[in-house]
């Protein structure tokens, strides 16, 4: 079976945690969140990494593919967020959480209400922070797509999006 | 509004757009209401998303995914992608055999000659120290551990049997941080070799896992030595 150079392997783990939100924001469900995640670090384990390629960019394209996958391979997506941190070290406050999973819940119900594309490009730049060039990279798709794809995604937000504080 | 508006916006709100462009949109953002009420909201929901998908916990890594990684242990042991140009030109064959009590306690304690050997002579590409105790030595190589400490690796002859290994520095000794016969090439002793020739060598996965950058040149470890090894 390929597998990781130690280099890789390091690289990979320090970007988990970026690669975590990225499931998260795509999912909108802790739950599937976490099940994405270990299914992409799965197929990287499985079909190794070229030893060229930037470690990070390449887990994203195979997390945004395994998340495509598995859109295809089910049409009822998980819309409401469950509790975060069952499995993790730090919880945050209950009252953080609630905060947070009314946002979250907001948020991701617009988010699934756009096109995929729109929506993994607007996550890439908008949740992780990556640059256009970035996104272009990581979704193979030309500088220009990326720039039209977030434009069109925030201005379906504008209609579709109502902030959570305006919903209590 | 038109698309082409809010791609401009949409640009301007991620720092992608050039500068000419982003003087130009300032001026109109300054100018047109509404262009100001669409990119204030549109702001607005790209903070909304922001923070939704970074709080706290949104970025906790599962351990059951994380030990995935950690425990792939069939990595490949090559120095692929570290610098070791000058390791390339130091290590040199020497066409021995192991030996059997250093490989039955390979962090073998307490051995105050080598140790002292370690910490004042530097490397080098061929020829070997004798130590006092009719051992020959070769330190091959200097270089930083990614936890602050020092480390050497070094080839260590007796009789018919040699050793290849890594040192590390802590709180005045060197221990050995692996210690491999595997690894030695038959040979006079005089041949160089490049790093990574041997690549499945654990010398060569552990320096290539824990070592903080290149190896020190010449001069770096001269005045390491000079420091007697200190930070």
């Excluded at chain 2, 070592?211 to 770096?220: C, P, V």
Aim: charged share 25%.
């Amino acid at each position: 079976m390929p597998s990781l150079s130690e280099l890789q392997r390091e690289a990979l783990l320090a970007e988990l945690g970026g690669l975590r939100k990225f499931c998260l924001s795509l999912t909108g469900s802790a739950a599937d969140a976490d099940d994405l995640l270990q299914t992409t670090v799965e197929k990287v384990l499985e079909k190794g990494m070229p030893e060229d390629a930037h470690p990070a960019k390449w887990a994203y394209r195979i997390c945004k593919n395994a998340w495509i996958d598995e859109l295809r391979s089910r049409e009822v997506r998980h819309r409401y967020p469950q509790t975060m941190g069952q499995e993790h070290e730090v919880a945050p406050s209950a009252e953080h959480i609630a905060s947070g999973e009314r946002q979250m819940s907001a948020v991701s119900n617009a988010l699934d209400k756009l096109p995929e594309d729109q929506r993994l490009a607007l996550t890439l730049v908008a949740v992780e922070g990556k640059t256009y060039a970035e996104a272009a990279e990581i979704l193979e798709v030309p500088l220009g797509t990326i720039m039209s794809r977030i434009a069109r995604a925030r201005q379906n937000l504008m209609d579709i999006y109502t902030p959570s504080r305006d919903q209590d | 509004m038109k698309h082409q508006d809010y791609e401009l916006l949409s640009q301007y709100l991620d720092a992608e757009l050039p500068a000419a462009a982003t003087s130009e949109l300032r001026l109109r953002l300054m100018a047109e209401p509404e262009l100001r009420a669409t990119y204030d909201r549109m702001r607005s929901i790209n903070d909304d998303v922001h923070e939704a998908f970074n709080a706290p916990g949104a970025d906790a890594v599962p351990q059951r995914v994380a030990k995935l990684l950690q425990n792939d242990s069939s990595a490949i042991n090559r120095r692929a992608g570290w610098g070791f140009a000058v390791a390339a030109s130091l290590l040199a064959a020497t066409g021995l055999l192991m030996n059997p009590e250093w490989r039955q306690s390979p962090d073998k304690p307490g051995d105050t000659i080598l140790n002292a050997a370690l910490d004042t002579t530097p490397s080098r590409g061929d020829g070997w120290e004798t130590l006092s105790d009719g051992r020959k030595l070769r330190p091959v190589l200097s270089f930083a551990h990614r936890n602050g400490s020092w480390c050497r690796e070094y080839l260590l002859l007796q009789d018919s049997q040699s050793w290849r290994g890594v040192a590390c520095r802590s709180q005045g000794q060197w221990t050995n941080s692996v210690l491999d016969a595997s690894g030695v090439i038959q040979g006079s002793g005089s041949e160089y070799r490049p790093a990574g020739a041997g690549d499945v060598d654990a010398i060569s996965a552990y320096i290539a896992t824990h070592a903080a950058g290149i190896a020190l040149s010449r001069k770096q470890e001269s005045e390491r030595i000079e420091a007697n090894w200190q930070q």
